[in-house]
């Protein structure tokens, strides 16, 4: 069974106060690792696909890196407008189109 | 496109009654899927189709639980009888497959509460 894990479960930071969010996967055969942001009341909200160990990939102060086991996002600089809760998830290449979720991580950028 | 639309967007109901859930995918995805979000499990996949055909419905939690997709347009989710436990954000969701990577596409969910 697919499982994703991630810390920490909330982290608060400063405005311009970088830092790392964390995500830890058992998968059998990844097809697929994606990151979402979701903002309270709302659905989350598609940010980056990884598909191999090595990748990376950047949108703004975001960026998300991947290895054989884990996934990180670093967030560079970050301001309020980030304060958000991060989910990681997987795809893979057993549960055909099933994405196994991690709990999140809720992040607060302080002004 | 105005991306995946879920109603209600809240519904209150008193245990014992049933809850109908509504969706309509992202027009011309082919994969539809239905999640459950609460704090204690985080967002867990309750079933999802392909084609309007049910492909994995193995996190049903009950019999209680049921799904249709009558059309490419739109999905049902009921619960009956409902239970305090089932309250929950519910989100529906839609893919393509072989378009944008598998990217699913949320809508902006419906927050059940069971009394």
């Known amino acids: 069974e697919d499982q994703v894990t991630q810390s920490p479960e909330a982290l608060r930071l400063q405005e311009g106060e970088s830092s790392s969010l964390n995500c830890s996967y058992t998968v059998s055969g990844l097809r697929g690792l994606f990151w979402y942001r979701q903002d309270p009341g709302k659905g989350p909200e598609f940010l980056f696909t990884l598909y191999s160990a090595g990748e990376e990939k950047e949108k703004e102060r975001l960026k998300a890196t991947l290895t054989k086991k884990e996934s990180f996002l670093h967030i560079t600089a970050p301001k309020p407008e980030d304060s958000a809760t991060y989910l990681c998830?997987?795809?893979?290449?057993?549960?055909?189109?099933?994405?196994?979720f991690g709990t999140g991580t809720k992040l607060q950028v302080i002004p | 496109d105005a991306g995946v639309i879920q109603s209600p967007r809240h519904e209150v109901t008193e245990m014992g009654q049933e809850v109908t859930l509504r969706c309509k995918p992202i027009s011309g995805h082919d994969y539809l899927f239905w999640y459950r979000q609460t704090m204690m499990r985080g967002l867990e996949l309750l079933i999802y189709f392909n084609n309007n055909v049910p492909i994995d419905d193995s996190g049903m939690p009950e019999d209680r639980f049921s799904a249709k997709m009558p059309n490419a347009s739109f999905s049902t989710l009921k619960i009956q009888p409902s239970e305090p436990r089932d309250s929950a954000v519910y989100f529906c969701a839609s893919s393509l497959v072989g378009g944008a990577k598998n990217i699913q596409y949320f809508g902006a969910g419906t927050r059940l509460s069971v009394l």
């Open positions: 998830a997987v795809q893979g290449t057993g549960g055909y189109q099933k994405v196994t």
